[in-house]
């Protein structure tokens, strides 16, 4: 499986940007995928993730009631809507996919909130 992500980009403090991430390959196999978000001098964090049965999400405290995770299986693309933007969103925004046994990435795409 291969993940292209796209989308990022600068945006204002309470703003929006809405981040996209294409599987493709053997994309039958993914049981999940998510977003993961690393700042500068900081650890690779977890965002939000979307399973691809149920479509059940999950989301870090922080960005509750600010990001929506959503997919569309049949495109193979989630999204990441972020709303309300804050200089604590800053980060270079990894996509990942996950089956049974393994896990793999995108090589990112940079969200930089001006204040």
């Known amino acids: 499986v291969q993940l292209v992500e796209s989308g990022g980009g600068l945006v204002q403090a309470g703003g929006s940007l809405r981040l996209s991430c294409a599987a493709s390959?053997?994309?039958?196999?993914?049981?999940?995928m998510g977003w993961y978000r690393q700042a500068p001098g900081k650890q690779r964090e977890f965002v939000a993730s979307?399973?691809?049965?149920?479509?059940?999400?999950n989301y870090v405290d922080s960005v509750k009631g600010r990001f929506t995770i959503s997919r569309d299986n049949a495109k193979n693309t989630i999204h990441l809507q972020m709303n309300s933007l804050n200089h604590g969103d800053t980060a270079l925004y990894y996509c990942?996919?996950?089956?049974?046994?393994?896990?793999?990435w995108g090589q990112g795409t940079q969200v930089t909130v001006s204040s």
């Open positions: 990942n996919a996950r089956g049974f046994g393994w896990v793999t």
């Open positions: 979307i399973t691809y049965g149920s479509g059940a999400t």
């Open positions: 390959g053997t994309t039958f196999s993914i049981n999940a």
